[in-house]
């Protein structure tokens, strides 16, 4: 077959050396009538023995190393497969050989994982603009921000099963039942301004206050239980030392919020 007569022989003349021994290395992928061409090409250039080695050469390494970045590809999926799966199932609590503790932990982790995507996704602007303004009054916007960072925080050791997990999510109880306990005080006592539009948009509602101081106490009940507290291995000390240094501290900054001048 001569150059004329093959369809590939003008538009190999416009290709690389390099191409043209890539389709002699692989003629399985190739059509006879291309392969013949990049063969009469390479003759009509001329290329010398050692120049055709070096090509090849290049050519392996070239595909040893995609071979490595496939494989590497290959081994990233399967492991995040696997970890999604592993997740999946530490986090199941639909099993019956399950103990007490370890099926009410997982209910925990699912239920405030969804509270906490929930709170984030409606709460976005309002954790924006506390960033935004935390230079400028750090005290406040750190209480503001704390619940957002702590939930996710211990909520990932909590799925870990690690003790430090546990103690992070009772901090973040303790401070969500001081303020919570403040706010349904302040649902019951509320009294209205006689301003229509400020009444309507501030006036607290008994039932979420309540829904929510439910949701608190329940939890924090659960996670406070003898076969939960064994569970991550704490003893009775540590848990009323972690509750009553929180509930001070959550006293402490009330009263500091109350007493901080305007602007400061």
């Known amino acids: 077959m001569t150059s004329t007569t093959n369809p590939f022989s003008e538009y190999y003349k416009?290709?690389?050396?390099?191409?043209?021994?890539?389709?002699?290395?692989?003629?399985?992928?190739?059509?006879?009538?291309?392969?013949e061409a990049a063969r009469l090409e390479l003759e009509r250039r001329q290329v010398s023995a050692e120049a055709l080695e070096n090509l090849k050469a290049r050519l392996d390494e070239q595909k040893e190393a995609a071979e490595i970045i496939k494989k590497k590809k290959e081994h990233v999926r399967l492991a995040l497969k696997t970890g999604s799966l592993t997740l999946v199932e530490s986090l199941n609590p639909i099993h019956a050989?399950?103990?007490?503790?370890?099926?009410?932990?997982?209910?925990?982790?699912?239920?405030?994982?969804?509270?906490?995507?929930?709170?984030?996704?409606?709460?976005?602007?309002?954790?924006?603009?506390?960033?935004?303004?935390?230079?400028?009054?750090?005290?406040?916007?750190?209480?503001?921000?704390?619940?957002?960072?702590?939930?996710?925080?211990?909520?990932?050791?909590l799925s870990k099963r690690e003790p430090l997990g546990w103690t992070l999510f009772l901090i973040f109880l303790t401070v969500s039942l001081f303020s919570d306990l403040i706010a349904f005080e302040n649902a019951i006592t509320w009294k209205p301004s006689g301003i229509k539009w400020m009444d309507e948009a501030f006036r607290p509602s008994l039932f979420k206050t309540f829904r929510q101081l439910l949701m608190v106490g329940g939890t924090f009940y659960a996670i406070c239980r003898r076969d939960m507290k064994e569970l991550f291995s704490i003893d009775d000390k540590k848990m009323w030392m972690t509750i009553g240094i929180t509930a001070v501290l959550c006293f402490l900054s009330f009263i500091g919020v109350l007493y901080q001048e305007p602007g400061s």
Do not use: C
Not at 16 to 29: G, H, P, Q, R, T
Not at 116 to 137: G, N, T
């Open 14 to 35: 416009t290709i690389a050396d390099s191409e043209l021994v890539f389709i002699l290395e692989n003629i399985d992928d190739y059509q006879e009538t291309a392969v």
């Open 97 to 157: 050989e399950l103990p007490a503790a370890e099926k009410i932990l997982r209910y925990i982790i699912i239920l405030w994982g969804i509270f906490m995507l929930i709170s984030i996704i409606s709460d976005y602007r309002w954790i924006f603009q506390s960033l935004k303004e935390f230079p400028f009054h750090p005290f406040v916007n750190s209480l503001i921000l704390f619940p957002y960072i702590i939930l996710p925080v211990s909520l990932y050791f």
